[in-house]
């Protein structure tokens, strides 16, 4: 049985007041849905406002990236002990706006993995294809691919700490949202790249995510498929409201 994880993408926004006032309005709406990990991924600032404002709660916070060096001459990036000192457990990795707008690639996807299990934290792992690749045919062959790469040299012990979101590139902040039977049939893809690498005990544990424009709306019906065990929520992540009503499609 895997558990659902529903976590938040804060992405660039909410400064630290932001998010003490966001967790302590949602805290009371979210309270006693266990049913589901609850998480927001924050801003490297904004980290600890929120953890302050969510201890005592179900709510957990994670950063949206992590650097693979340990320490050194690497202006503006973050280590993992950076990060495991101030308490996070979550880290995002390998977002398609790190893909599309910093260079990242497969390869530093793989280091900054490593280098965030090594620190014992969790890693929400995401790839998906771009619209071009959907419409060509090949979505299969990229999210395997990407799967492969981005998990070369990860132990099966190592996985129980990786969660993979799906998240395909055109239904990312675009409204567009990829159907249930999309979401389930990539989110099997998948499954079945990790069967190849790590045999299906490991494949059927992991928690794989769907995201891309996730809402209020549509959570229920792409949570009930199969092989989707929960969201990566950008956009309706700030909004409390619709936040909780996706929690509430996990319960
Ligand atoms: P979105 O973002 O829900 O705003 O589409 C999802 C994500 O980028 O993780």
């Not at 706006?97 to 299990?117: I, M, W």
């Amino acid at each position: 049985m895997r558990r659902y994880v529903i976590a938040g993408n804060w992405k660039m926004n909410f400064t630290p007041s932001q998010a003490t006032a966001f967790i302590n309005e949602i805290k009371p709406m979210v309270e006693g849905k266990d049913n589901c990990d609850i998480v927001f991924c924050a801003p490297y600032v904004t980290i600890a406002a929120a953890m302050e404002a969510a201890k005592g709660s179900n709510i957990k916070i994670g950063a949206e990236n992590v650097h693979f060096e340990a320490k050194g001459a690497y202006t503006g990036e973050v280590s993992a002990e950076m990060l495991k000192e101030i308490g996070v457990e979550y880290v995002i990795i390998g977002h398609s706006e790190r893909r599309q707008y910093f260079g990242e690639t497969d390869e530093t996807v793989n280091k900054r993995t490593k280098a965030a299990l090594a620190a014992g934290m969790k890693v929400l792992l995401c790839l998906g294809e771009v619209k071009e690749q959907r419409l060509a045919g090949i979505t299969k062959e990229i999210v395997s691919m990407q799967t492969k790469l981005d998990l070369a040299g990860i132990s099966a012990e190592d996985m129980k700490n990786v969660i993979i979101a799906y998240e395909p590139v055109w239904a990312i902040g675009t409204g567009l949202t990829a159907t249930p039977e999309q979401a389930d049939e990539t989110c099997g893809q998948i499954r079945e790249a990790l069967a190849e690498i790590y045999g299906a005990e490991v494949a059927e544990a992991t928690i794989i995510q769907y995201g891309g424009s996730m809402n209020e709306k549509n959570a229920a019906e792409l949570l009930a498929k199969t092989n989707v065990d929960g969201g990566l929520i950008g956009g309706a992540s700030l909004v409390a409201e619709k936040f909780t009503a996706i929690v509430d499609a996990a319960q």
